[in-house]
């Protein structure tokens, strides 16, 4: 459901907004903020896959990775 729900939210909404009016891009998303949320969505989908609980050490990349990722973007901002 949570890789449904991303894609069709941004592309459903993010569709009909643009249709209304242009939405412009900054090049901080193109570049990490999308990618970012295609990565998590995929692991998301290996994590499900695995089992149907989330293990400490799946929680503990998961935290990880979002560390990492605040990181990133403290060090753009």
């Known amino acids: 459901n949570l890789p449904g729900a991303n894609v069709s939210t941004a592309v ?3 569709g009909i907004t643009a249709l209304v009016s242009p939405i ?3 090049e901080g998303m193109r570049t ?3 990618p970012v949320m295609l990565g ?4 998301l ?7 149907s609980r989330v293990t ?4 503990g990349a998961l ?3 979002y560390a990492a990722y605040i990181g990133v973007l403290a060090s753009f901002g």
């Open 12 to 14: 459903g909404i993010g």
């Open 24 to 26: 412009p891009v900054s």
């Open 32 to 34: 990490i903020d999308v």
């Open 40 to 43: 998590v969505s995929v692991l």
């Open 45 to 51: 989908i290996v994590v499900v896959a695995t089992g």
């Open 56 to 59: 400490r050490w799946e929680g």
């Open 63 to 65: 935290l990880a990775l």
